[in-house]
């Protein structure tokens, strides 16, 4: 087999992790549906014995990831949050936690909702400044958990700064990378010790798939990793993993035109005169724009943006007048999605909370897709023209 560990990036989305089959020679990886394997003689296998531990499609995404990632072990989950709730499974009663506080709704819940009952203690901080987050560190700090680009508001936050801090205090450091994907940013080139995606969002990237992952360099790590995967059993079936391989070998395409219409759109909402803020790191005035332009090769397809006045009923008639941006939780998806998050995907994060991390009543958010972005601005223009009538 080739060393697509050396190639470049596409190459790697495209052949890392996967083989021809080798009964028939299936350029691509076959539905393995299947929960057990026979075995010639007693512990005389093929490497297979059960598909909760091992299946041959989800092996091969599972390497593919990990090869994208520029990490040495991945594992795949039924969930996003079911790859999130493994990393906190690795810490015990009386650990505590530092994460970032403008996160995903469904990790809020898990970490505040499950593991705090679990007396596993939460502490979150914008992490704007590395002071605010070695301000928090304590003997009993087990993990650090950041989200960069953040969700809705697309914080940035120094991943080297805080690995460097994490490596210093002996803490682990894991990265949701879900917004930014491997085409965008590698955390562990950056010195986290854990990677985590919803694989539902960008990397399956048709909206067609429930799925997590998390990549790891370490070996140790790696072990618990997937006895945590084996024991509790939250894992993918085939017929997802095929469906993901699939999605992947387009991953760097997809993200070139996420790209280009998400800086199209983002400049467009900037001069617009209804808008007080747009959320974009790929704007110079962006406060953490040169941290961006750092860990990020650009600046993807997310983008938040609030009213001036902060009317939530007028933030209602844009998101239902656009007719192409469809509305509807999620994101990454090849289609162009709007989102309201407080009454949406961040409804379960408690009012004074969400204010506190920017998330404003007429907050909207944009997973720009990659249709023809004359389509997309023609939308938000017939969109906008109502909202002003309205007004
Ligand atoms: C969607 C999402 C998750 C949760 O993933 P699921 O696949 O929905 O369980 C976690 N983090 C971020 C940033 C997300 O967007």
Known sequence: MADYDKMSFGT??????????????????????????????VGNHKGYEYSRTLNPTRDALEKNLAALESGKHG????????????????????????????????TYR??????????????????????????????KTALIWVETPT???????????????????????????????????????????????????????????VMGALVVNDTALADEMYRIQNSSGAVCGPMDSFLVLRG???????????????????????????IQNVYWPGFEDHPKHEIAKQQM???????????????QAQAYQIVESLKVFKLAESLGGVESLVGHPASMTHASIPEPERLKSGVSNSLIRLSVGVEDCDDL???????FAKAVQYA
């Not at 949050?81 to 995903?104: F, H, Q, R």
């Not at 955390?187 to 048709?206: C, F, N, Q, R, W």
């Not at 601005?377 to 969109?383: C, H, K, R, S, Y």
């Open 110 to 139: 898990l970490f505040t909702t499950i593991f705090s009952h679990y007396g596993i203690k939460f502490h979150f901080t914008p992490m704007g400044e590395i002071d605010d987050v070695e301000a928090l560190i304590n003997e």
């Open 377 to 383: 601005i023609g939308d938000l223009e017939q969109a």
């Open 248 to 274: 992947i070998k387009t991953l760097h395409l997809r993200m070139q035109r996420h790209c280009e219409n998400g800086a199209r759109i983002a400049h467009w909402l900037k001069s617009n005169s209804l």
């Open 151 to 209: 969700n809705p508001t697309m914080k940035i936050v120094d991943i080297k700064g805080v690995s460097e801090l994490a490596k210093k205090n002996d803490i682990l450091f894991a990265v949701d990378n879900t917004f930014a994907t491997p085409y965008l940013q590698r955390p562990l080139e950056l010195g986290a010790d854990i990677v985590m995606h919803s694989i539902t969002k960008y990397l399956g990237g048709h909206s067609d798939v």
């Open 297 to 311: 090769k650009d600046f993807g397809g997310m983008i938040s943006f609030d009213l001036k006045g902060d009317d």
């Open 75 to 106: 594992a795949c989950f039924g969930s996003g949050l079911a790859a999130i709730d493994c990393v906190l499974k690795m810490l015990k009663p009386g650990d505590e936690v530092i994460s970032t506080n403008d996160l995903y709704g469904g």
């Open 12 to 41: 790697k989305a495209i052949h890392a992790g996967v083989q021809a089959d080798p009964a028939t020679g299936a350029i691509m990886t076959p539905i393995y549906q299947t929960s057990t394997y026979v075995q010639e003689g």
